[in-house]
């Protein structure tokens, strides 16, 4: 619970408190994190964000034309912030090992990063990951990116392809891998957020998350 405490405060995108003149944009996306570090997607409403901030309603569609282009904005920093979670993990991965243990080891820090975030992140987690088609229409841009320069969903391929590089990986079955892997991890995170797993203790989660990267390794091969 602590390590959670830690990435919760590393990965979740930099807020302000008050509205500085000049900087409106920043402030209303500082909002729209906000509402959806508290209630995922459904609660990032432009009007609800403009009165956070202080500022008539109006004011805002210099800024945002819609609430659609404002979960835009905040979903990128979602994404950027699991991306972050992601590379905290491949932080601690020592390079001191053969190259195959190594680009397993990245592979297993993204989907341990993926599923830190999920918890310690619940609402910009869904945010990132859980919206309709409709909502995730649009362009984002690098500002779904972390340190590396990559989202979460490169950063996964960056690993995918350092497992084929090493020989870990049949290079016929690399097309479309990260599907495979993501949707593996992803649903261990919804059943921990959102499911019959919400309430587990750590002591149970753990072991689980292990097992299942486990298991996605091995499908890979």
Not at 80 to 92: D, P, V
Not at 102 to 127: C, D, E, M, N
Request: hydrophobic share 45%.
């Amino acid at each position: 619970m602590v390590r959670n405490a830690a990435i919760a405060a590393e990965s979740a995108p930099p807020s302000r408190s008050t509205y500085r003149h000049g900087d409106l944009r920043r402030a209303l996306l500082d909002a729209g994190i906000e509402l959806a570090r508290d209630g995922g997607p459904d609660a990032v409403v432009l009007r609800e964000a403009t009165r956070r901030v202080g500022v008539v309603p109006n004011a805002a569609y210099r800024h945002f034309a819609s609430r659609h282009e404002l979960l835009l904005a905040v979903r990128g920093a979602a994404l950027s912030a699991a991306a972050r979670s992601m590379e905290q993990e491949l932080g601690a991965i020592s390079h001191d090992q053969p190259p195959a243990d190594y680009a397993r080891a990245w592979v297993r820090a993204i989907g341990s990063g993926y599923l830190r975030f999920a918890q310690a992140q619940p609402g910009l987690f869904r945010t990132a990951f859980v919206i309709s088609s409709d909502e995730a229409r649009g362009a984002i841009g690098p500002s779904s990116a972390g340190a590396s320069g990559m989202d979460p969903f490169q950063l996964l391929g960056s690993g995918l392809d350092r497992l084929v590089e090493a020989g870990a990986l049949d290079p016929a079955r690399r097309p479309n891998a990260e599907y495979l892997a993501w949707s593996a991890v992803h649903g261990l995170a919804l059943l921990i957020i959102e499911g019959p797993l919400k309430d587990a203790d750590p002591s149970v989660l753990e072991p689980l998350t292990l097992r299942l990267l486990e298991m996605v390794e091995l499908g890979l091969q």
